[in-house]
């Protein structure tokens, strides 16, 4: 359905899929990086540039001395934090994980792309495989293979980083109703761990509708979890000015938590929308695994999941 051409873009080795309706462009060298994806119907792009050029200042780095670009992966943490258990116990994992700044190994076989990345302080193998499941839709499979004889835990979360501006729309299942507090600048929303109402909630500076992008001058910015785990795995983030919109859908028994960060200016003066399906909860894979909330691959075994995102 799809095809893949290599090409070299702003200084690194590429790889563009395409189809009639999606364009997007994976770069090995950068964690395997989306950093574009465009709905070749309307010409519009969907992932946010920073401003700084592509590229970052290699493994264990914070991701703010990197170009904060696009669409990383973040494993096996998403916060900095020490691996609290035996065999790794207080084996540093660096902020936003150890992926999203390696390298990873990449080859095209027919109509798919092939990612993959070793661990480096931790014995794991990340796969990801993009291919497409419509004309509009975008797959991407994954799969942890764990090369120990311990379980290890993990929290994986997608960091889609979207152009958005005032007045677009988060729609996501009904039954999600509150949400958990992990960031929120100025504690706006909050501070960590508090439970909240959504999409509205009451703050200092007056009645917020989180459903609705924020314009950038209020310079808040946010972390937040939905409080409980998915029942319906999806998401979507629209444009009533156009009636085009991005939807992910991803399998809630795997992927059974949803996170959304909503930077309004507040965050490095950036002004971008994330939608983060996620293995575990609250960032911190310490944490989660004390409140059994993380995700687990068993010794020598496997752990699977995918995300499907679709353009119209």
Not at 72 to 91: G, H, L, T
Request: glycine letters at 8%; proline letters at 5%; hydrophobic letters at 35%.
């Amino acid at each position: 359905m799809g095809s893949w051409t290599q090409f070299e873009s702003e200084g690194y080795l590429s790889w563009v899929g395409q189809t009639n309706g999606i364009s997007l462009t994976v770069i090995p060298a950068l964690g395997s990086k989306v950093a574009s994806l465009v709905n070749r119907k309307t010409n519009r792009e969907w992932l946010w540039r920073s401003g700084k050029p592509l590229g970052n200042t290699g493994y264990g780095s914070s991701f703010t001395t990197g170009d904060e670009s696009g669409w990383d992966e973040m494993f096996p943490s998403i916060n900095q934090c020490f691996y609290p258990e035996k065999p790794w116990q207080n084996q540093m994992i660096p902020d936003h994980g150890e992926v999203w700044s390696l390298e990873w190994s990449s080859q095209c076989v027919e109509d798919e792309l092939y990612c993959r990345v070793n661990g480096v302080h931790f014995p794991y193998t990340l796969e990801k495989v993009y291919s497409f499941a419509e004309e509009d839709t975008l797959r991407i499979d994954y799969c942890v293979k764990n090369h120990s004889l311990s379980p290890f835990s993990f929290l994986w979360a997608a960091h889609p980083l979207f152009q958005v501006r005032e007045g677009m729309i988060l729609n996501v299942p009904s039954d999600m109703t509150q949400i958990e507090i992990s960031y929120s600048e100025q504690q706006r929303l909050g501070v960590f761990n508090d439970r909240k109402s959504w999409p509205l909630i009451q703050t200092d500076y007056g009645s917020v509708d989180l459903s609705l992008i924020e314009p950038a001058k209020g310079k808040f910015a946010e972390k937040y979890y939905f409080a409980d785990k998915v029942k319906h795995g999806w998401a979507q983030l629209s444009d009533p000015a156009t009636g085009e919109a991005v939807t992910l859908r991803f399998p809630p028994e795997q992927v059974p938590y949803l996170a959304i960060w909503a930077n309004y200016g507040g965050y490095g003066g950036h002004y971008h929308f994330a939608i983060e399906p996620a293995t575990g909860k609250m960032d911190d894979l310490a944490h989660a695994m004390g409140q059994n909330e993380t995700a687990t691959v068993e010794a020598l075994g496997e752990y699977r999941w995918f995300i499907e995102v679709s353009i119209k």
